[in-house]
């Protein structure tokens, strides 16, 4: 069987549905293209690293990821810390603000689990994505680890997987986050950036731009990402500029890249082509963006999905 590791952080997701209710849910970046991955491609093993807590909340996060079909042999579960959260407010002109409580979050902790023994299993993998969020969030003392694991894995013959979903407030410097990208995009066989985040960290501002800075790593497909503008890859020589059909009615674009780094992960472990694989990605990304909140909802997206 197919199989692929998603390491993230999955946090407890609040939005004000009035002046006295509160709507609860989960989400987080890795989570979310896990659950777009696994909903399109059943037969692909999708499993969740991270790390949550004893806590009632982290009961129902876990019966979450199994009710999403997710393997959560390696969600483990830490003594003392409780998941990450954030609260989505809408200000009276409908711009959305979030407020996170994540600082002291169990997945922050997740690097200690991963022991030699986990490791060892964790090369049976086809695939392991991890982004940029999950780098930002571990403790400093445990970077050097947690590169020698992804060593190991790449000895292994597992294809890692990048994207850097740059959050500014999670990284002490510009200058930090950009050196631990680099040392992603060079142990990476696939990197999906999006141009907002190479224009900010990098001042890249197009997909050609995008193109030759990537020229000196050694990945084996590059996915940029330009919102409603294009898809542009290069795998080897190939280089392809796929064309998005701009969605008219964007209710909420949470989330749009993680669906598409999900199907499109999950069409080419599948053996479709790239070409096909950005067709499926921009499909799932432009429904997932005509529905509130990270997660669409399941039978929704099928049928948009089967259409
Ligand atoms: P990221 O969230 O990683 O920055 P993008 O904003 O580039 O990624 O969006 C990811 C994907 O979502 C795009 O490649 C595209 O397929 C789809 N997408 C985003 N915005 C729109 C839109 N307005 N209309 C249609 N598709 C969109």
Redesign the pocket.
């Known amino acids: 069987m197919t199989k692929i590791f998603f390491l993230g952080e999955c946090m407890v997701e609040l939005r004000e549905l009035d002046d006295a209710m509160m709507g609860q849910s989960f989400a987080g970046d890795v989570y979310n293209s896990a659950v777009y991955m696994k909903r399109c491609f059943p037969k692909i093993s999708v499993s969740m690293i991270t790390a949550i807590g004893r806590d009632r909340l982290s009961e129902k996060m876990l019966s979450r990821f199994k009710s999403e079909e997710l393997d959560t042999q390696f969600v483990f579960r830490h003594p003392s810390k409780v998941p990450g959260m954030y609260f989505i407010e809408t200000d009276s002109a409908g711009e959305r603000r979030f407020t996170y409580w994540r600082n002291d979050s169990a997945a922050k902790k997740i690097i200690p689990f991963l022991n030699d023994d986990v490791v060892t299993q964790l090369t049976s993998a086809d695939m392991f994505f991890f982004s940029g969020i999950p780098l930002a969030i571990i403790d400093e003392d445990s970077r050097d680890a947690f590169w020698q694991k992804l060593e190991r894995l790449k000895l292994a013959g597992v294809k890692l997987v990048f994207?850097p979903?740059y959050r500014a407030q999670l990284w002490a410097s510009k200058e930090e986050a950009i050196e631990q990208f680099n040392r992603a995009f060079q142990i990476s066989d696939i990197a999906?950036?999006?141009?907002?985040?190479l224009s900010v960290l990098y001042g890249i501002t197009s997909a050609p731009e995008a193109i030759d800075f990537f020229q000196q790593y050694q990945l084996a497909e590059l996915v940029v990402?330009?919102?409603?503008n294009?898809?542009v890859t290069l795998t080897g020589t190939e280089r392809l500029s796929h064309q998005?059909?701009?969605?008219t009615n964007?209710v909420d674009?949470t989330?749009?890249?993680?669906?598409?780094?999900g199907v499109y992960l999950g069409a080419r472990l599948s053996g479709r082509t790239v070409f096909d694989a950005?067709q499926l990605?921009?499909k799932a990304?432009?429904t997932?963006?005509q529905h509130p909140g990270a997660i669409a909802p399941l039978v929704a997206f099928k049928q948009a999905m089967s259409e």
């Open positions: 994207d979903n999906l950036p999006g141009i907002e985040d990402k330009d919102g409603p294009s898809v998005i059909i701009p969605v964007v674009t989330s749009a890249g993680d669906a598409f780094n950005v990605g921009a990304a432009g997932v963006i």
